[in-house]
């Protein structure tokens, strides 16, 4: 069982940055953020697979950068320029595979607020 806690969220203005970390209790090589705002659904922000292999959604794309470090397990999910859509439930998701069966693994979120 992988458990994944997220932290780093909170308020900030128009333009200001955050950045969100996703601390596991074990490796996970394929790591994911997403976010969800009230009454709609989970949307991928930005993933990143073993240490090199990231990708973005369009809307986040060369504002928000993904990273990982290893030795603690921990993806970082750094965002500048932050606009009032960025504001959202950010949501951590681990994938592992054993035995070539997948898990994925949610973290509880942490909220991020941008205020204009």
């Known amino acids: 069982q992988l458990r994944l806690v997220e932290s780093g969220g909170g308020t900030v203005e128009v333009g200001g940055s955050l950045t969100l970390s996703c601390t596991a209790s074990?490796?996970?090589?394929?790591t994911n953020w997403y976010r969800q705002t009230p009454g709609n659904e989970r949307d991928f922000v930005a993933g990143?697979?073993?240490?090199?292999?990231?990708n973005y959604a369009d809307s986040v794309k060369g504002r928000f950068s993904i990273s990982r470090d290893d030795p603690t397990n921990t993806v970082y999910l750094q965002m500048n320029n932050l606009k009032p859509e960025d504001s959202a439930t950010y949501y951590c998701k681990g994938v592992t595979s054993t035995g070539g069966k997948y898990k994925k693994y949610w973290g509880r979120g942490t909220h991020v607020t941008v205020t204009p």
């Open positions: 990143v697979i073993g240490n090199t292999g990231t």
């Open positions: 074990g490796r996970a090589p394929a």
